[in-house]
């Protein structure tokens, strides 16, 4: 299991030669998102993350695994460079960059969680890497970035198709909203074909909102903090979106 996990990982790094631990942790979340899917729903996956850490930080458990053994320090925070070669200044940018989102979205996802099961409250919560909430209604909730989200849609997909539910990936709020506009272009049809939702959280104001999509359960609706925000995108965009390229 854990080794199909770090192949994963390792696909989705490739051609990196600077990572920080905040990064290669959030990029284990989406390699358990591909390998194991709807089959994560509700399970604790802890342990993996750790594992998949110290495979590429420390010792490799597969000859599949890359291994960032060299450390420097940029700021206060720790990056890990392959053995074999220097980091050019623009991998260390790029890397800085991950960090800082990555650092973000892992310090975010325990707030976002108590978020959700607020937001669900009423409904039996059953907490995991992916939480599911049962009620009047089924749902598994998955919390990414809205850029992660767009690179992985086929497993979110697969998730909706394969769940008994609702799916909802939730995703936190961003600077401005381009990568909103781009997801929007891009993906809004497919996400509203394939039945699942997209909502933004903002973990500092704590508040849910939706995005794509409206939960069944119409007593929810209420509980977002601007429940026409989907209606309003939808409306909207649809004008704004042709200008991005």
């Not at 995703?171 to 781009?182: A, N, Q, V, W």
């Not at 891009?186 to 999509?213: L, Q, T």
Request: hydrophobic share 40%; with cysteine; aromatic share 14%.
């Amino acid at each position: 299991m854990i080794e199909k996990v770090v192949e994963e990982c390792s696909n989705l790094l490739s051609g990196r030669s600077v990572v920080s631990e905040w990064e290669i942790e959030r990029v284990a979340r989406r390699a358990l998102l591909r390998v194991f899917g709807s089959e994560a729903i509700g399970k604790n996956f802890d342990d993996v993350v750790k594992a998949v850490k110290n495979s590429f930080l420390n010792e490799p458990i597969s000859v599949k695994s890359l291994h960032f053994s060299e450390c420097f320090e940029l700021n206060g925070e720790k990056f890990y460079h392959l053995h074999v070669c220097k980091p050019e200044s623009d991998e260390v940018s790029l890397a800085y960059e991950e960090m800082l989102k990555s650092r973000r979205y892992i310090k975010a996802l325990e707030e976002v969680k108590n978020l959700l099961t607020k937001f669900f409250e009423g409904y039996t919560s059953k907490n995991g890497f992916l939480q599911e909430f049962l009620g009047k209604n089924k749902y598994a909730v998955s919390v990414f970035l809205i850029e992660d989200v767009s690179e992985d849609l086929k497993h979110h997909k697969r998730i909706a198709e394969e769940y008994d539910g609702e799916y909802a990936v939730v995703t936190l709020t961003e600077k401005d909203i381009f990568p909103f506009l781009k997801f929007f272009k891009r993906h809004s049809e497919e996400v509203k074909k394939s039945g699942f939702y997209i909502w933004v959280a903002d973990e500092e104001r704590k508040y849910v909102d939706p995005f794509i999509g409206y939960p069944k359960d119409i007593k929810l609706w209420k509980r977002f903090k601007n429940p026409k925000a989907a209606s309003i995108v939808n409306s909207l965009w649809r004008v704004k979106v042709e200008e991005i390229d």
